[in-house]
């Protein structure tokens, strides 16, 4: 079962022995079929991921070695080439772009970390505790879904909205409830602006993790929780020996997904704080929105983003790596 | 099975501070929508003290907001309705073929889900106007073709994949004996498989409207006045002396309401679908 999701990937980038040969047996079972179908049927996808996917990731690799910038927007064709002009510009660190693309690296490294981490540990503790059946679980299970299937940006603005430093319910809570401090803090601008996007990152990413631990634990066979019982296990010895150890595949997936969808968030910090946050909360994606779009220096916001794909793609294939040799090790 | 008290009760510690995380926010979205303006420029307030559903009139005034629902509403649901359609053929060839290039192409499909959206935001922008400059009229750049267009790949990844894991799982018997019977590849598609694989068709039309419709990175950009969605025009609501917090509430709730509703009623494709490659 879980066995299935790891390989899914591995086997369609680079499809191993078995699958080759089980594909030559179907080749010859479906030869009978048009040989030229399955591409008709791909076609259309193929068209469009080339148009809006592929295209145009090559031309935001090769419009990072080019100097388009406001002057040549219109006239992108004339725009100078700079080399690595532009990498050498965002990885200078003496300079004052280099040094805040540093900042936004450890700001977006520290956010990704802590959303992950503890949007993890929510949604499997919540997958726990609903495993079995309760008065109130269906409905809880819906709640929890619901940060999911909202907008994200009616999710984020009522936020906003909380973090207002003379109006939000954060404040009123802390200060005239809990009379924790009397000065009401500013949530959105200077250091308290990375506790509230990680914040309202966590209320948006948990449920995600919920929905994936729920669906692992309920493909763990009833028997093997039954066995242990019988032979005397408790609770938290089957959540610890039988759950937790069935559920490692599916939460590497997991924590893979979420950490390359942390890393690249975009919309949280965008609608809580407009294009240009407060450097405690400057997160990359928002760092290149505002080089490219504020600033008009298209070169050096491709330069950026070219950078953040690379970190991605080298996190990747480290999971990928570390994922297999766990496997086999196991 | 015996529940020991112990997990008894550390059930509700770790249930309730997490239904208080998660419903905080729906609390006050939905409280401070009924309140007068007054209310929501002072300190916050528990209770509504003043109830009222004036916001829920004024939030059409303020902004175009219908003109934003409706340019948001094109937009999704022919998105939507693109993308499931070409999901539906991509994945079948995926998982009735073997052919060349097919590793090649769900490795592609696949390897875009790592990349940034800013890193396709800057060239997108650029195509998209300099083939508006070739064609000599604005077909892509800032209308709901581009956007629409945008969407639908943007969706087509995850729809693909969600729905060949959802099409393997559907026995081959079926399809082989339709074939034997003297029915064509599509005609084994759509009166086979399509009815079979319905819940994973559901599934992914409900993940690619909810895509589409809280879109925020490509909206910011790739929409002008007249082609403005949901995502962007509810920050119009904040203007230079006044930001009407009741009235960003109320507009909230009621673009939340669709998709949140169709959520619920369809929860059990999308969960069943979306765990469909995870649990199998």
Same mark, same amino acid.
């Given at each position: 079962? /879980?066995a299935?999701?790891?390989e899914?990937? /591995?086997?369609?980038?680079a499809?191993?022995?078995s699958a080759?040969?089980?594909?030559?047996?179907r080749v !010859?079972r479906?030869?009978?079929w048009?040989?030229?179908?399955p591409?008709? $049927?791909i076609?259309?996808?193929?068209?469009m991921?080339?148009?809006?996917h592929?295209?145009?990731?090559?031309v935001g690799?090769?419009?990072s070695?080019?100097?388009?910038?406001?002057?040549?927007?219109? %006239?992108?064709?004339?725009a100078?080439?700079?080399?690595f002009?532009n990498?050498r510009?965002?990885?200078?660190f %003496?300079?004052s $772009?280099g040094?805040?693309?540093?900042?936004?690296?450890?700001a977006? $490294?520290?956010?990704t970390?802590l959303?992950?981490?503890i949007?993890?540990i929510?949604?499997? !503790?919540?997958s726990?505790?609903?495993?079995?059946?309760f008065r109130?679980r269906g409905?809880?299970?819906t709640v929890?879904?619901?940060?999911?299937a909202?907008?994200?940006y009616?999710?984020?603005?009522t936020?906003k909205f909380?973090?207002?430093?003379?109006?939000?319910?954060? %404040?009123?809570f802390?200060?005239?409830?809990?009379?924790?401090?009397?000065d009401a803090?500013?949530?959105?601008?200077?250091?308290?602006a990375f506790?509230?996007v990680?914040i309202?990152a966590?209320?948006?990413?948990?449920?995600? @993790?919920?929905?994936?631990? +729920?669906?692992? +634990?309920?493909?763990?066979?009833?028997?093997?929780?039954?066995?242990a *019982?019988?032979d005397?296990?408790?609770?938290w010895?089957r959540?610890?020996?039988?759950t937790?150890?069935?559920?490692r595949p599916?939460?590497a997936?997991?924590?893979?997904?979420?950490f390359?969808?942390?890393f690249r968030?975009?919309?949280t910090?965008?609608?809580l704080?407009?294009p240009v946050?407060?450097?405690s /909360?400057?997160?990359?994606t928002v760092?290149?929105? !505002?080089s *490219?779009f504020?600033?008009?220096?298209?070169?050096?916001? *491709?330069?950026?983003?070219?950078?953040? +794909?690379l970190?991605?793609v080298?996190i990747?294939?480290?999971?990928?790596l570390w994922?297999r040799?766990v496997?086999?090790n @196991? | 099975?015996r529940e020991?008290?112990s997990?008894?009760?550390?059930?509700?510690?770790v249930?309730?501070?997490?239904?208080?995380f998660?419903v905080a926010?729906?609390?006050v979205?939905?409280t401070?929508?009924?309140? =007068?303006?007054?209310d929501?420029?002072?300190?916050?307030?528990?209770? =509504?003290?003043?109830f009222?559903l004036?916001?829920f009139?004024?939030?059409?005034?303020?902004?175009?907001l219908a003109?934003?629902f409706?340019n948001?509403l094109?937009?999704s649901?022919?998105a939507?309705a693109?993308?499931?359609?070409i999901?539906?053929?991509?994945s079948y060839?995926i998982?009735?073929?073997?052919f060349?290039g097919?590793?090649?192409?769900?490795?592609?499909?696949?390897?875009?889900?790592?990349? =940034?959206?800013?890193l396709?935001l800057?060239?997108?922008?650029?195509i998209?106007?300099?083939?508006?400059?070739?064609?000599?009229f604005?077909f892509l750049?800032q209308?709901?073709?581009g956007?629409?267009?945008?969407?639908?790949?943007?969706?087509?990844?995850?729809?693909?994949?969600?729905l060949a894991?959802?099409?393997?799982?559907?026995?081959r018997?079926?399809?082989?004996?339709?074939r034997?019977?003297?029915?064509?590849?599509l005609?084994?598609?759509?009166?086979?498989?399509?009815p079979?694989?319905?819940?994973?068709?559901?599934?992914?039309?409900?993940?690619?409207f909810?895509?589409?419709?809280g879109?925020?990175?490509?909206a910011s950009q790739m929409?002008n006045?007249?082609?403005r969605?949901?995502?962007?025009?509810?920050?119009?609501?904040?203007?230079?002396?006044d930001v009407y917090?009741?009235?960003?509430m109320?507009?909230s709730l009621?673009?939340?309401?669709p998709?949140?509703l169709g959520?619920?009623l369809?929860?059990r494709?999308l969960v069943?679908?979306l765990?469909?490659?995870a649990?199998?």
């Open positions: 079962m /879980a299935a999701l790891v899914r990937p /591995a086997r369609t980038v499809p191993g022995g080759r040969n089980r594909g030559k047996r !010859s479906w030869l009978v048009n040989k030229w179908t591409y008709l $049927l076609l259309p996808a193929v068209l991921e080339l148009l809006i592929v295209i145009p990731m090559l690799m090769w419009m070695f080019i100097g388009l910038t406001q002057f040549f927007i219109t %006239n992108w064709a004339t100078p080439g700079v080399g002009g990498y510009i965002a990885l200078n %003496n300079n $772009l040094e805040k693309l540093v900042q936004s690296f450890g977006t $490294l520290g956010f970390l959303v992950v981490g949007s993890f929510f949604g499997i !503790s919540a726990l505790m609903l495993q079995h059946n109130g409905l809880l299970r929890f879904l619901i940060p999911y909202l907008p994200a009616a999710g984020i603005i936020w909380m973090f207002q430093r003379d109006n939000g319910l954060i %404040n009123e802390l200060v005239n409830t809990l009379h924790i401090t009397d803090p500013f949530w959105l601008i200077g250091g308290n506790v509230a990680v309202v966590i209320w948006q990413q948990w449920p995600f @993790a919920f929905l994936m631990t +729920m669906a692992g +634990m309920q493909g763990i066979p009833d028997d093997l929780h039954e066995a *019982s019988i005397g296990a408790n609770i010895q959540i610890r020996y039988i937790l150890g069935m559920m599916i939460n997936v997991l924590l893979l997904l979420l390359l969808w942390t968030e975009f919309n910090p965008f609608v704080f407009g946050p407060p450097d /909360a400057n997160l990359l760092n290149i929105y !505002s *490219s504020i600033q008009w220096n298209f070169g050096l916001g *491709s330069a950026m983003s070219v950078l953040l +794909m970190f991605l080298v990747a294939g480290g999971w990928a994922n040799r496997n086999r @196991a | 099975m020991e008290r997990f008894q009760i550390a059930r509700w510690v249930l309730v501070p997490l239904i208080i998660t926010p729906l609390y979205m939905i401070s929508a009924m309140k =007068p303006l007054v929501v420029q002072g300190a916050f307030q528990w209770l =509504p003290t003043n009222t004036q916001p009139i004024d939030i059409w005034a303020t902004v175009p003109k934003y409706g948001s094109i937009v649901v022919c939507t693109f993308s499931v359609v999901a539906i053929f991509a060839a998982s009735r073929y073997r060349r097919r590793g090649t192409f769900s490795g592609v499909v696949l390897s875009t889900q790592m990349f =940034p959206g800013v396709f800057l060239p997108l922008f650029i998209f106007v300099n083939i508006d400059k070739t064609l000599g604005t750049y209308t709901q073709v956007l629409i267009v945008t969407y639908l790949t943007f969706t087509l990844p995850f729809s693909i994949w969600m894991s959802y099409m393997d799982g559907i026995p018997d079926l399809d082989e004996a339709a034997v019977d003297g029915t064509t590849a005609g084994a598609l759509f009166r086979v498989i399509l079979a694989a319905r819940p994973g068709i559901i599934a992914v039309a409900v993940y690619s909810m895509t589409a419709w879109e925020i990175l490509f929409t006045s007249a082609t969605t949901l995502s962007v025009g509810l920050q119009s609501y904040a203007t230079e002396t917090w009741n009235q960003i109320a507009a009621v673009v939340s309401v998709v949140v959520f619920l369809l929860q494709y069943a679908g765990t469909a490659g649990v199998k």
